[in-house]
């Protein structure tokens, strides 16, 4: 789960409504997904942010050439077809704020319907608030392919964020198995000699962090 500059650069005219909508302290429209008239929009910038992937699970959704800044006509961005769903990180927020740039990430659907859903988090692990790191947050067992809290942490701090993993879908069981069929054969030519590390990364397109914490725990950047 990276850390995500979420920068509003691109959906300028979204960024405008939204702005001129909390200075005067207006409740949001109803949130009424892709008939909201910002929804390809924000979901385009939220593409490029997230590198094409889901934020909490770095699974593939799709090309980020497809949501480069080129293609964008004076903030706004045409009707596309995507992988994935828009998640209120705070579902408590969907009511009056449901709009809220700040409280979105495109997360894979399956990991939105059957996994987060309306859950409450501890917002520990969001991957955009400045304060965020994975390595200080979460452990790698390359193992099992599981995530888990840093064992360095206190006993509370590890409770919530297991709650946090869980809720996220960070070891949704199918997503373990392709990270684990994923980063398998890269780790093992890496352990063979075959591939460097910088070669490995070329090869990346998701899982960055399981492989990076992976690569950390068997030495093999050394």
């Known amino acids: 789960m990276r850390k995500i500059d979420k920068d509003l650069s691109l959906a300028t005219v979204y960024k405008k409504w939204l702005e001129d909508k909390n200075a005067k302290g207006?409740?949001?429209?109803?949130?009424?997904?892709?008939?909201?008239?910002?929804?390809?929009?924000?979901?385009?910038?939220?593409?490029?942010?997230?590198?094409?992937?889901c934020a909490y699970t770095e699974m593939y959704l799709m090309k980020v050439d497809v949501v480069n800044p080129t293609e964008w006509k004076k903030g706004r961005f045409k009707d596309f077809d995507f992988m994935g769903q828009l998640d209120h990180y705070d579902s408590s927020l969907k009511a009056d704020k449901g709009w809220e740039w700040t409280n979105f990430f495109l997360v894979h659907s399956d990991v939105n319907v059957k996994v987060k859903r309306s859950k409450k988090v501890n917002a520990i692990l969001k991957p955009d608030v400045s304060t965020y790191n994975p390595f200080y947050y979460l452990e790698y067992d390359y193992g099992t392919h599981f995530f888990s809290p840093n064992k360095e942490l206190d006993f509370g701090l590890?409770?919530?964020?297991?709650?946090d993993i869980n809720a996220l879908g960070l070891n949704y069981q199918p997503i373990i198995d392709y990270r684990k069929?994923?980063?398998?054969?890269?780790?093992?030519?890496m352990q063979l000699g075959k591939l460097s590390f910088e070669e490995a990364k070329e090869k990346l397109f998701k899982f960055y962090t399981a492989f990076e914490m992976s690569v950390q725990t068997l030495a093999l950047n050394a």
């Open 26 to 53: 207006n409740k949001h429209p109803e949130y009424t997904s892709s008939n909201f008239r910002f929804y390809n929009d924000i979901v385009a910038n939220l593409l490029w942010v997230q590198g094409g992937l």
């Open 158 to 163: 590890k409770r919530k964020i297991l709650e």
């Open 181 to 189: 069929e994923y980063l398998k054969p890269i780790i093992d030519d």
